[in-house]
């Protein structure tokens, strides 16, 4: 049986309480940190069976996401039947905290270079949920920036109203929702992509990373 943590974050990806997709990575990730520790716990020598087991099961609920896959391929790489539970679970946690460290250090480079563009440009379209994009609205509004934000329904999972209400305690003088099938008329947006496609590693990232 899984712990609680791992229960909780299983439900929260189902039932879309947990989005974004760099939300919902770190949280796999802990969810199978907990589990591998919980194995430890119980001296538990099916302990990687279950965890691969586990990790398909997170996978499988977004069957077209590559990145679910890949965070759980790189959390697990290396690790086998062979490995003891106390050794798979200092494993987990080291790269689980190597991750953390990566992605506050990207998501502060991020939101930096992004609050500079806006400083020029003060318009925003936002569709679907992001909490690389929510981090840059909260500290643009740290700034005094002013965006104007342009927030579409966020189908399938709707979440346009949640985005507009952080939008809006953000202290952005100009929340509008637009339809999804009109936001092409906005006369001036500009969208920030994911931090996936945009982001330039640091020399040296992709091996602090594999540690």
Known sequence: MWPAVT?????????YR??????????IMQALQALAEHF??????AAWRELEDA????CALRPDT????????????????????????????RRVEAYSAYSRESLARIVDEACRLLSVRRSLLIHDYSSTVLAVIAEAGRRHLGLHV?????????????????????????????RAETEEHVAYT???E??????RRPDGARERLAR
């Not at 430890?40 to 020598?45: E, K, L, N, S, Y």
């Open 7 to 15: 229960r909780e974050v299983y439900v929260g990806l189902q039932t």
């Open 18 to 27: 947990i989005v974004g997709a760099s939300a919902c990575v770190t949280a």
């Open 40 to 45: 430890v716990a119980r001296a538990d020598v």
């Open 55 to 58: 990790g398909a099961r997170f």
């Open 66 to 93: 590559a990145a679910y896959v890949n965070a759980v391929r790189w959390l697990l790489a290396g690790l086998g039947e062979r490995s003891a539970p106390a050794d798979i679970a200092s494993t987990v946690a």
């Open 150 to 178: 342009y927030v579409t329904t966020g189908s399938p999972v709707d979440q346009g109203p949640r985005v507009a209400r952080l939008a809006a305690d953000a202290g952005h003088p100009l929340v509008q929702s637009v």
């Open 190 to 192: 500009q969208v920030y």
């Open 194 to 199: 994911a931090y996936e496609r945009s982001l």
